[in-house]
């Protein structure tokens, strides 16, 4: 998690999910379910502009 530790100095909020245990952490709520849907609207969004390969992002 070393690349994301300037993220919280950004104000971003960092939550981790142990799938070996759970899907959703039963005490915070995080999932990875929100992030991945956001992620491939922003991506289908990203292709139809023609903006997208996977070396740019």
């Given at each position: 998690?070393?690349?994301?530790?300037?993220?919280?100095?950004?104000?971003y909020v960092q939550q981790i999910v142990n799938h070996s245990s759970?899907?959703?952490d039963p005490v915070s709520g995080a999932n990875t379910q929100v992030i991945e849907s956001t992620w491939h609207a922003y991506k289908?969004?990203?292709?139809?502009?023609?903006?997208?390969?996977?070396?740019n992002i």
């Open positions: 998690m070393k690349g994301y530790s300037e993220l919280n100095n950004l104000g759970n899907f959703i289908k969004d990203f292709r139809s502009r023609g903006i997208y390969s996977k070396c």
